[in-house]
């Protein structure tokens, strides 16, 4: 279970997650963190958060945000929102140089139990499969960009209880004990 001032690392990618703000700390009002992006760090996935915001603020580095066609070069000091429903994908560009960011995610919903799932995941496995993204897609609401949803709905419908069957979870309690 996640606690304020608590560090997760997911050792594959390299990043560094310090809790700032919880859902519990804010009546589920919004959850707050600080990611350190290693130099050309990345998020794999274009992918869209339907009910949530979520807003980057840049500590130091250059972290390049691109969210429904629009590409934000973002330095110390600059931010950028990404609406509900936006897809978005971000980078740090640099070839030496971490980036750290401070993300807000709004409303929190099961925010950071879904990040403890997904770096847990990626320690023990070292990746994070198609599969595994269908199983854990409903409960986590994690939609990728670029596939109409009705499709992911049928996806999910048929891909979720196969991934079951072969021995994938929608939650890990180990992960977010």
Not at 36 to 62: D, L, N, W
Not at 71 to 81: A, D, N, Q, R, T
Not at 121 to 135: A, D, V
Not at 141 to 163: D, N, T
Request: with cysteine; net charge neutral; proline share 5%.
């Amino acid at each position: 279970m996640a606690t304020a001032g608590q560090t997760i690392t997911n050792n594959v990618t390299g990043e560094k997650l310090k809790w700032l703000k919880l859902g519990t700390d804010t009546n589920g009002n919004l959850m707050q963190f600080e990611l350190c992006v290693a130099p050309k760090g990345h998020m794999p996935v274009r992918h869209i958060h339907p009910t949530q915001s979520e807003s980057f603020e840049v500590k130091s580095g250059i972290f390049k945000v691109e969210c429904g066609g629009h590409y934000h070069h973002l330095k110390s000091g600059e931010s950028v929102l990404v609406e509900p429903g936006q897809p978005h994908q971000w980078w740090n560009e640099s070839e030496s140089e971490e980036a750290n960011v401070i993300i807000t995610v709004q409303p929190a919903k099961n925010f950071e139990v879904h990040m403890e799932q997904i770096y847990g995941i990626f320690n023990k496995t070292g990746r994070l499969s198609f599969l595994q993204i269908m199983t854990m897609a409903k409960k986590n609401e994690m939609v990728l960009a670029g596939i109409p949803f009705f499709i992911q709905k049928i996806m999910r419908a048929i891909l979720s209880p196969i991934g079951k069957i072969l021995g994938y979870k929608d939650y890990y309690p180990e992960y977010s004990s």
